[in-house]
C-alpha cells in the first residue's frame, strides 16, 4: 500500500513539475519552458569558492577580489544561459524500429534535429527508467543526428517506447539542463521460436503444383516464375543466356509427379494441453524454419489462412499474426 501511495505521488508530481506529456505525434521542438535547470555537484562547489572569494575580497578590502568574485559569478550565469539553450530549439523525431523476437532488445531509432545556427554539443540521450545507458551525441547547426536505443522486450505484442530523457552539461559543467519526451512509437514484438525446436508437421493437404519432396524427378518444362517458387527451381540457364522468347522474366523448372503433401502450419492441429505461449512458439520456430527450407508453407491461425507462399512478405505476415493473437480486439 505504501509502494503505491509513493508511485502515484512521484507521478503526480513528475506530471506537474516536468510537464510530462502522453505520446506525441510527429515532430516535437523542445521549447524554454519545457528545459529544467539545476546546480550540478561542480556548481555547487562553485558557489562555495565563490563565497569564499567574496569574503576574501571583504576582508581584505581587495578591489581586483572583487573584480574577480564578480566576473566569476558572471561567468557562471552564462554557463547556465548557455546550457539551457544546448537544448532549447532542438527538433525530435521517432525514426524506424524493427520487429524483434520476445527476449530480445527491441531497437528504437530516435532523430535530434538542430534547425538554428549553433551547433549542439555533448547532448546524453537515454530512457528515463534507471539502469539505461544513454547515448552522447553531438549535432550540427542545421544538422541531424540519430540515435538508437535499447529497450527489453520480454513478452509478445506492441511495445511502447519509453520515455526519453535528454541531459547536457555544455559548456563548463556548472549546471545540469535536462527535458523529457515521449515518442509516439512502438516496436512488434514476436512470439520466441521454441525451443528446442520440434520437427516440422509431415502431414498437410495434396497439392498438384508440384513443391514437396516427391515428383522432383519428372521434368516437366519450363514455366513463368510464381510467387513461392524455391530459388532452387529457377532455370538459370535459360536466365543467364538472356534467352528473348522469356522477355527478362524468371522462369522457374515444373515438375510433375502427382500428388504432394502440402506443408501446413496449423494452430487447431497442435495438441490441446500445450500452453497458448508455447503453441505461438512452436509455430513461429516453424515459419522460421520453413523460411530457412525454402519449403513453401500454408499459415493458419483463427481467421488468419495465408499461403502456401515463400519470402519476406510472407514471414512476416504469419509472425505478425502470431504476435497479435488474442490482442487484435483489444487493440
Known sequence: MRGALQAWYRKGRDQWLFQLRAREPGVVTLGMRRVFIVPARAGLAFV??????????????????????????????????????NLAGLQLAPGRAPPVFAGEA?????LVRNPGRRERFALW???????QPRQAVDV?????????LSAPAPQRGWLAAPRV???????????????????????????APELPAQPLPSSGAASED???AVGLDNFAGIRAYQAGDPLRHLAWR????????????????HFEGGAVAELALDFAALPPQLPLEQKLSRMARWVLMAEQGA???????????????????HQAACLRALALFGQEDAA
Open 165 to 191: 530523457r535528454l541531459v547536457t552539461r555544455f559548456p563548463l559543467g556548472l549546471f545540469r539542463a535536462w527535458s523529457y519526451w515521449q515518442p509516439d512509437a512502438q516496436v512488434l514484438v514476436y512470439p
Open 125 to 131: 540521450i537515454g530512457f528515463q527508467a534507471d539502469g
Open 238 to 253: 535459360q536466365i543467364a543466356r538472356h534467352d528473348p522468347a522469356l522477355g527478362g522474366q524468371l522462369v522457374s523448372k
Open 140 to 148: 550540427a547547426a542545421g544538422g541531424a543526428s540519430a540515435v538508437l
Open 210 to 212: 508440384g513443391h514437396g
Open 106 to 110: 527491441a531497437q528504437f531509432e530516435l
Open 295 to 313: 519449403v513453401p508453407y500454408r499459415f493458419r491461425l483463427a481467421q488468419h489462412d495465408y499461403g502456401p507462399a515463400l519470402g519476406d512478405a
Open 48 to 85: 562555495v569558492l565563490l563565497l569564499v572569494m567574496l569574503i576574501g575580497a571583504l576582508n581584505y578590502n581587495l578591489g581586483l577580489g572583487w573584480a574577480l568574485t564578480f566576473f566569476a559569478a558572471a561567468c557562471a550565469v552564462a554557463d547556465m544561459l548557455l546550457t539551457a539553450r
